[in-house]
């Protein structure tokens, strides 16, 4: 059972960083256009993430359930955008934009921040 709430938790990090991905390139008209180059922002973001958010003890098992816990995942991906935004400008053989890293991790952290709490809730209410 543990193993599998990991894999829950995991798997809507993930997602909800597609979905933030998605919704950054629609906002800005290319999300039919953009094609592979999505995975220019949502592979660096997930790697940052992986990367960063263990050592702040964001999966860890007792702390999923844990209201007060939720700081972990917020400031991970705060901590994680800026190592993003790196790798992105690695990858594009560009600059890294700050107001861009800025607006990622801030919107990420935010929309994983939303994803933790109604995990949270769900956990809370099965008792």
Do not use: C
Request: glycine content about 10%; charged content about 10%.
């Amino acid at each position: 059972m543990k193993d599998i709430r990991l894999q829950v938790v995991l798997a809507g990090d993930i997602l909800v960083l597609a979905l933030v991905t998605l919704v950054g390139f629609a906002t800005h008209g290319e999300l039919g256009v953009a094609g592979s180059r999505m995975l220019t922002t949502f592979i660096p973001l997930v790697t940052a993430w992986l990367l960063v958010a263990p050592h702040l003890g964001a999966f860890e098992l007792q702390r999923l359930s844990d209201p007060r816990q939720l700081w972990r995942p917020f400031w991970a991906m705060v901590l994680g955008a800026p190592f993003a935004g790196l790798l992105r400008g690695v990858m594009l053989n560009s600059p890294v934009i700050p107001i861009f890293v800025v607006i990622l991790g801030g919107i990420s952290a935010l929309s994983l921040l939303a994803w933790r709490s109604v995990y949270w809730l769900i956990i809370a209410r099965r008792g």
